[in-house]
């Protein structure tokens, strides 16, 4: 069983910047394909980024330039920089991992941006 604790959000002006964080419990981090995703009030949950173990990353062009998703190893832990924020960038942000055998969501932190 893996757990993923997300940490980081809350309340930032536009035009301001949050970082992330998801530590994750167990064993297969390292060999996991994380990601962060996003869902808005009344909308479907979307990717946002994501890395492979290999350091391999894509991101949704709505983020691309402003994001920056990142992992340690050592740590088990996943990061998203997030900059240059927008109000539509407001939504419970979730930490995933995913491989063939398992996929494990975190319980989300909420990002508001609002001035």
Do not use: H
């Not at 994750?24 to 173990?53: C, D, H, N």
């Not at 998203?80 to 939504?91: I, V």
């Not at 989300?108 to 941006?113: A, K, L, N, S």
Request: glycine share 12%.
């Amino acid at each position: 069983q893996v757990q993923l604790v997300e940490s980081g959000g809350g309340l930032v002006q536009p035009g301001g910047s949050l970082r992330l964080s998801c530590v994750a419990s167990g064993s297969i981090f390292s060999a996991a394909v994380m990601g962060w995703y996003r869902q808005a009030p009344g909308k479907q949950r979307e990717l946002v980024a994501r890395i492979t173990s290999g350091g391999s990353t894509v991101y949704a062009d709505s983020v691309k330039g402003r994001f920056t998703i990142s992992r340690d190893n050592a740590k088990n832990t996943l990061y998203l920089q997030m900059n240059s924020l927008k109000p539509e960038d407001t939504a419970v942000y979730y930490c995933n991992s995913w491989t063939l055998s398992a996929n494990y969501w975190g319980q989300g932190t909420q990002v508001t941006v609002s001035s």
